[in-house]
């Protein structure tokens, strides 16, 4: 008997659509994230990307369509039932809180798991402290790809950090989640190219650590140099699809990006 498994689907997106009253962000879109791809939303400002994220994560609720995790539908349930799921998430702007140390950020990306929140702390003291013990242990996980750049900064408050140490504080958290998706916004926005290399070369050990990752990026090189497949929206709607030499030369993704460039001159 022939058995052809192909790709393990971590992620599916059926006919996603997003209205916010006359405008339609996302539009019918549809697309795929297989386990241990690296796979890169591109697209001119305002394409929707960060639309589909909000969708995915569940910041925002879909007027229509279908997104699978693993099999199962998370649209209808709340943001924190999907983190719990295995969706952890970056922000465009960063979201880091100020006051909180590096490692306290970092911390509560752990908290869907430990379950060391509110009930915890009134319920079995043991179990509470192991949790405790646990998620102090996973920072250390999580920080190990940063580690030149965080340990060090560890029990300083976030707000001193570096525009980038904030980034990696956040990249940190969301790794901490322990995460089956990771979505990236824009993780090298106002970087300088050196440190764009190095998100470059983090990004790739996060999938070779088993990490799937959609990313939204729009520094092309970045795009070209990591992705496995690229995916392309304008409008709302994904216009292009394929491996990243061939969306590159796709006259519709030229003119998509020509187009809006030359307008917006
Ligand atoms: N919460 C919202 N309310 C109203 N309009 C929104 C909201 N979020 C995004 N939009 C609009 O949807 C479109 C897509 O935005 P976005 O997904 O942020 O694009 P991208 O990330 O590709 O730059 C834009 O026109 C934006 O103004
Ligand atoms: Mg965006």
Known sequence: ?????????????????????????????????????????????????TTVFNLISGVLRPTAGSVRLLGRELVGLPAHRITHQGVA???????????????????????HWTRSGMLGSVTFWPSTLRAERAAQAEVHTAIDLFRE??????????????????RRTEMARALAARPKLLLLDEPAAGMNPYERIEVAGLIRSMRDRGLTIFLIEHHMPLVMEISDRVVVMDHGVKIAEGLPKEVHSNPRVVEAYLGRRAASA
Do not use: W
């Not at 009253?21 to 879109?29: E, H, I, Q, S």
């Not at 408050?157 to 525009?163: D, R």
């Open 89 to 111: 998430r970056t922000f465009q702007n960063i979201r880091v809180f100020p006051q909180l140390t590096v490692r306290e950020n970092i911390l509560l990306g752990t908290h």
């Open 1 to 49: 008997m022939e058995s052809v498994s192909g790709p393990k689907s971590v992620l599916e997106i059926r006919g996603l659509t997003r209205r916010f009253g006359g405008l339609t962000a996302v539009d019918r879109f549809d697309v795929d994230v297989n386990e241990g791809e690296i796979v890169s939303l591109v697209g001119p400002n305002g394409a929707g990307k």
């Open 149 to 166: 750049r965080l340990e060090a900064r560890l029990d300083d408050p976030a707000f001193s950090l570096s525009y980038a140490n904030r």
